[in-house]
């Protein structure tokens, strides 16, 4: 098997609520499970941020059914690579909001506001791995 990470950013079509956020987390949990898929979500400022994680052919059907969600456009992949190993192996699903450490994350990374556009695929995954560790339970 072939493990790949993709990362990859959208713009939400329209105001996400925290409902909205809840059926997102939630199908994708209860499908990357059953798929042997895990990732990192982002959100903020309209813009999602995510990465998915195993099987390449796995990952490359999910990516164009995420692709074809109506819930957002302007999906951009930000990096696609074979990996030795999950970043995010204890996350089906992870998730962080707008928080005091994303927002020190993103001045860290040089960044004032949160716009995925302006990452390089390095401040992306690391952006991704750092707030993994500071997951919002939603």
């Not at 456009?73 to 005091?100: C, K, L, T």
């Given at each position: 098997m072939k493990l790949v990470r993709l990362l990859y950013y959208s713009r939400a079509s329209r105001e996400m609520s925290l409902s909205d956020l809840k059926n997102i987390l939630g199908t994708a949990r209860d499908n990357n499970n059953s798929i042997d898929v895990c990732g990192m979500l982002c959100y903020d400022q309209q813009y999602f941020l995510q990465a998915l994680e195993g099987d390449r052919e796995t990952v490359n059907e999910l990516y164009l059914d995420i692709a074809d969600d109506?819930?957002?456009?302007?999906?951009?992949?930000?990096?696609?690579?074979?990996?030795?190993?999950?970043?995010?192996?204890?996350?089906?699903?992870?998730?962080?909001?707008?928080?005091?450490?994303?927002?020190?994350?993103?001045?860290?990374?040089?960044?004032?506001?949160?716009?995925?556009?302006?990452?390089?695929?390095?401040?992306?995954?690391?952006?991704?791995?750092?707030?993994?560790?500071?997951?919002t339970e939603i």
């Open positions: 109506p819930r957002h456009d302007d999906v951009v992949i930000i990096s696609y690579n074979e990996v030795n190993e999950h970043a995010f192996p204890q996350w089906q699903m992870g998730y962080a909001a707008s928080s005091a450490k994303f927002s020190a994350l993103l001045k860290a990374l040089g960044q004032t506001e949160f716009s995925p556009d302006n990452m390089t695929p390095e401040q992306a995954f690391t952006f991704l791995t750092e707030m993994a560790g500071a997951q």
